[in-house]
């Protein structure tokens, strides 16, 4: 058992002696001991108590928290601010903005502190009954619909616990995660231990807290302790739970450092053994949130972040206020308040309330005067190194039932975004006649109305036909709009016919998709083609590909139809089949002949050694890149940062103002994140080499069609006549496998035959442009890196300030 836990034990017996500092236990509205009045005038409350205090005193109603409603807090600010201008006291009471007051107005401290020195005066006294006479009717009314409406969010709470899992790994939970040895740092450490132990609400419960919320908040409630904590145990556990399709909120109470934290006997888990959470599992882990108490917590952010983590939060340094802060987030978060809400007010709080009793500190046993001016004199910095950096989608709340993407290299989210097929133009090539459907023919998915054409566009905003098919109604209807947006769009722009009009932007998908469309056309290797060492010889990617992914669900929808007992299944079977026919029409996309996967490992091994540092071939090329790039606009916009580190490119905190600190920005970027620049930069520039290729890449299927593929937005009336075949081959399969038991190769190979084929003289094509933009030692990547950074400069800018990477000079 910890320091903290022993000394928990040892002050149970002087808590109940103790009157003159703030205590939960002190009853609403009770008068105070004599001379104690000043005393009772500073105490401040969590506002919801505070709420609580006004209905006790005005109409005598205790009141569970619970219940609280906005109209119940909004009738609280009413009580009070009539009760002031009735008992004249206004002059002492702080004014509500614009005279109107608002619950932010009421639960203020300076309002709170108000009210006790004019309630424990008694000048409230006679206008009580005048508050209850013009307010208890709207109080009563507004009471039942709270508890109404509790009831409801109550129910809503326990669906939400169907598939989600909370995971605590805990090891050597509450002592300060570090240790000083300095007399006065001695000093400090003792002393917040004592006061932390003072102001944390049964500190030893925690297991009890956690496992408390299952059946309640979660399905699950895993929690890893002792012998348990280990990165073994914490690694089957969360791909056991992603398999069975859980959302996972984590929680470590851990010690830690930028680049890892503890497990059992004090193993370390690096930032890298984080990422390979994800790797090993293929994919992002579903993962909701992330809160870490350790120091220096914020350094794994983005880490957690690559693992799949939607949201995360961690200290900026020493986390010196591990509680009560775990706590108030816990707290916050079961009550419903969104991620960053629930940390940053937590932080607020915490630092209220440590600060606030460090004041008082001569009244706490055990507290020495040495200890006390240690504290004083030392207190506001070590606070704000525990600040926690919140990172991620922080609208995020315990509710929240579908994961928007994780956001961890935004940087590649913008630049990388248009890797595909433009929406209209897969709409498009699902406008065919192929047994029950036509163009007008319509499905349902969860209560909306879509075409199979309409279908064919989901690829690029769902992570899986499992994962459209749990989305809303309200998602699907707002993606149905904007599908049909491109759709006219694309139309005028191809075929020349239609109403036309503009094209919805990066925003609009984004914001339909709740954050998870760029995030998906980054990790979008499953629309490139399979490895082909045509190409590349010496790798073979295990990344999924567009011909596996369409295989994958057009065996199923095959699968269904043979299975089906009645006309419903032929629904479900093109439900599931359009979804598959997304990755089929990639296949016509000039940009796509190659596979994403196979290029980005050859790039990195072109450019890091083996232990992911950068080669001499690897610095010349990004001093080369450094030195055409570090002009104009980028120059003069990063000359005005400086690095966030004190110590680096052996000067202190230099400014990134000459083109050899901004070439060690980038090694630095290639070493930290290479897929920055091998996912994002390199594919970019092949997949647009190729979409670009003047007069299209000559290809060939195996039906004898011959034509040059043109890429993403630039279809052509000739490509899309032959896809349009292929999406009508797919369709017909389904009705045919019914009565036809071939094996489903037998099926994939006639949609296939349609498929483009590069010629020999493509193959080569291919082959050398890939040769050219991955060489770190060619112009090619020298030239199209120039091109990206020019106009992605902000963002990368954006990502390094938000990394805590760089900051203004």
Not at 65 to 86: P, V
Not at 320 to 334: A, F, G
Not at 671 to 677: H, Q, S
Request: proline share 3%; aromatic share 10%; net charge neutral.
């Amino acid at each position: 058992m910890n320091r903290l836990l022993s000394l928990n034990k040892e002050l149970k017996t002087y808590r109940s002696k103790k009157v003159r500092v703030k205590s939960k236990s002190l009853t609403y509205g009770a008068t105070p001991a004599n001379g104690e009045h000043e005393k009772v005038s500073e105490i401040t409350v969590d506002g919801d108590v505070f709420i609580l205090e006004l209905f006790d005193f005005f109409f005598g109603k205790s009141t569970d928290e619970k219940q609280l409603s906005d109209e119940l807090r909004k009738i609280a600010a009413k009580c009070l601010w009539m009760a002031t201008f009735m008992s004249k006291t206004e002059k002492y009471m702080p004014q509500p903005p614009n005279g109107e007051p608002s619950i932010s107005w009421v639960i203020s401290e300076e309002v709170q502190k108000a009210y006790r020195k004019l309630h424990h005066k008694g000048l409230y006294e006679a206008v009580k009954p005048m508050i209850q006479s013009k307010l208890r009717s709207e109080f009563e009314t507004a009471l039942i619909a709270g508890k109404t409406a509790t009831a409801q969010q109550w129910m809503t709470r326990e669906m939400a616990v169907t598939n989600t899992a909370l995971v605590v790994f805990i090891e050597n939970t509450g002592a300060l995660p570090f240790q000083w040895e300095s007399t006065v740092g001695k000093l400090v450490q003792e002393g917040l231990e004592k006061i932390i132990d003072y102001v944390s609400e049964e500190f030893e419960k925690w297991l009890n807290k956690f496992a408390e919320a299952k059946g309640k908040k979660y399905r699950e409630v895993i929690i890893l302790e002792d012998s348990k904590a280990t990165y073994s145990n914490l690694k089957s556990t969360l791909h056991d739970l992603a398999n069975k399709e859980y959302i996972i909120d984590i929680f470590t109470l851990v010690h830690g450092s930028r680049t890892s934290f503890s497990g059992y006997n004090g193993a370390s888990i690096s930032d890298t053994d984080i990422r390979a959470l994800r790797d090993s599992f293929g994919k992002a882990l579903p993962i909701r949130i992330v809160y870490m108490m350790n120091c220096k917590a914020s350094g794994l952010n983005d880490d957690w972040l690559y693992a799949g983590a939607r949201a995360v939060a961690g200290a900026v340094n020493n986390n010196y206020i591990p509680e009560p802060m775990m706590t108030k987030v816990w707290n916050n978060w079961l009550k419903g308040y969104t991620f960053t809400n629930a940390v940053s007010t937590a932080y607020n709080d915490s630092v209220k309330l440590i600060s606030d009793t460090i004041a008082k500190a001569d009244y706490i046993p055990f507290v020495g005067g040495d200890i006390v001016s240690a504290l004083r004199s030392n207190i506001n910095p070590l606070l704000a190194d525990s600040k926690p950096k919140i990172e991620g989608n922080g609208t995020i709340t315990i509710t929240t039932a579908s994961l928007a993407a994780a956001h961890s290299l935004s940087f590649s989210d913008r630049v990388y975004s248009e890797a595909k097929y433009g929406t209209g133009e897969h709409v498009l090539s699902g406008l065919v006649d192929a047994g029950p459907v036509t163009a007008g023919y319509q499905v349902d998915v969860n209560g909306v109305k879509f075409t199979y054409a309409e279908l064919i566009a989901m690829g690029d905003f769902y992570e899986s036909y499992d994962q459209m098919n749990r989305a809303g109604a309200a998602e699907l209807a707002k993606l149905k709009t904007l599908i049909d947006k491109s759709k006219r769009y694309y139309e005028a722009r191809v075929l020349g016919s239609g109403a036309g009009g503009s094209n919805p932007s990066d925003t609009d998908w984004q914001s339909a998709t709740g954050g998870r469309y760029l995030k998906l056309a980054e990790d979008n290797f499953a629309h490139f083609a399979p490895t082909s060492s045509a190409y590349i010889a010496s790798f073979s990617s295990s990344k999924p590909n567009h011909k596996g992914e369409w295989e994958r669900y057009h065996q199923k929808a095959i699968g269904i139809m043979r299975a089906g007992v009645d006309s419903t299944v032929i629904d479900d079977a093109l439900i599931v089949n359009a979804f598959g026919d997304h990755f089929l029409t990639d296949a016509f996309a000039a940009g796509h002949l190659f596979n994403k996967d196979d290029l980005s490992q050859y790039f990195k091994s072109r450019v890091l050694n083996s232990s992911g540092k950068i080669l001499p071939d690897g610095v010349k090329m990004f001093d080369n890149i450094a030195g055409k790039t570090f002009t104009g606009k980028l120059k003069d916009t990063f000359s005005k940062y400086e690095t966030v580190e004190r110590l680096i490119l052996g000067v202190a905190r230099p400014n990134i103002d000459s083109a050899s600190r901004f070439s060690k920005l980038l090694q630095g970027i290639m070493e930290k994140e290479p897929d920055i620049i091998g996912n994002t930069m390199v594919a970019k520039l092949v997949h647009d080499a190729l979409n670009g290729y003047s007069g299209g890449v000559p290809v060939t299927n195996n039906k004898g069609d011959k034509w040059n593929l043109t890429g993403d937005d630039t279809l052509n009336k000739s490509n899309l006549e032959i896809m349009r075949k292929a999406v009508k081959q797919s369709i017909n399969n389904l009705s045919d496998a019914v009565t036809d038991s071939s094996p489903v190769s037998i099926f994939f190979k006639r949609v296939w035959d349609f498929v483009p084929q590069p010629t020999a003289a493509s193959v080569t094509l291919i082959k050398n442009l890939i040769r050219n933009y991955t060489n770190p030692l060619g112009n090619e990547i020298v030239t199209g890196a120039d091109h990206l950074l020019q106009a992605n400069y902000k963002a990368l800018l954006d990502e390094l300030v938000k990394r805590n990477v760089l900051k203004k000079a």
